[in-house]
């Protein structure tokens, strides 16, 4: 797992009982990576699998991410 800062805009999408890691260790990674972090709340594992379906705030995160960056 990198953990250097990346070389473009990043949002980590988080949930807050991911099985595979906890909410703190999301925190840690995007600290690392200089990502924006996105709390998803009690939703699992964000894959495929999961059938999470139409996500619109997810279809936001991306939107937002063709935006100019305002730091604060």
């Known amino acids: 797992m990198p953990r250097e800062p ?7 999408v988080a949930s807050r009982n ?6 703190e260790q999301f925190e840690a990674y995007a600290r690392d990576w200089g990502s924006e972090l996105f709390d ?10 999961t059938r999470f ?10 939107r937002s991410l063709t935006q100019p960056f305002l730091p604060g």
Request: proline share 9%; charged share 20%; net charge neutral.
């Open 6 to 12: 990346l070389p473009f805009r990043s949002i980590l």
């Open 18 to 23: 991911d099985p595979h890691a906890t909410y």
């Open 40 to 49: 998803a709340g009690t939703v699992g594992h964000l894959d495929s699998k």
């Open 53 to 62: 379906g139409a996500w619109p705030d997810g279809q936001r995160l991306v």
